[in-house]
């Protein structure tokens, strides 16, 4: 008579555990990298607003609203000049280390001028102390 037993033997098991095992090792990595992803993300959306703060100030200046930010100095990369230009959000910008929803900013010098003739300046975002792409704002300088 035949055993009415059935099931899997001990060596699939282990075959499946195996499969399992190298799925996870694989598939591991891919979410361990999107941090650097998502830090990238948030300083290119960063540079995003202050780019787009940046010409709304510029129209407004033009049109000759009192209100709108003049952006004449040597170097407008800095968290006084650019934080006006992000009005309604909770963002903070600094020149030292970043954290949560603080972004440090930073030039190259002789990029940041808005003296003179320039007409843009390129200003830096950077969202944390590690090394995400930085997100790049081209500010239009208002006199």
Known sequence: MASAHRGFTLVELVIVIVILGVLAAVAVPKFVDLSLQAQTASAQSVAGALQSGSAI??????????????????????????SQLLTGTSIT?????????????????????????????????TPTTSTPTPGVATILCAR
Do not use: E, H, R, W
């Open 57 to 82: 100030n510029y129209a407004a200046k033009l049109a000759g609203n009192a209100g709108a930010v003049t952006l004449a100095a040597n170097n407008v990369c800095v968290p006084a000049l650019m």
């Open 93 to 125: 910008l600094t020149l030292g280390t970043a954290s949560n929803n603080v972004f440090q900013i930073s030039s190259v010098p002789g990029l940041a001028d808005c003296s003179g003739s320039a007409v843009t300046a390129t200003c830096y975002i």
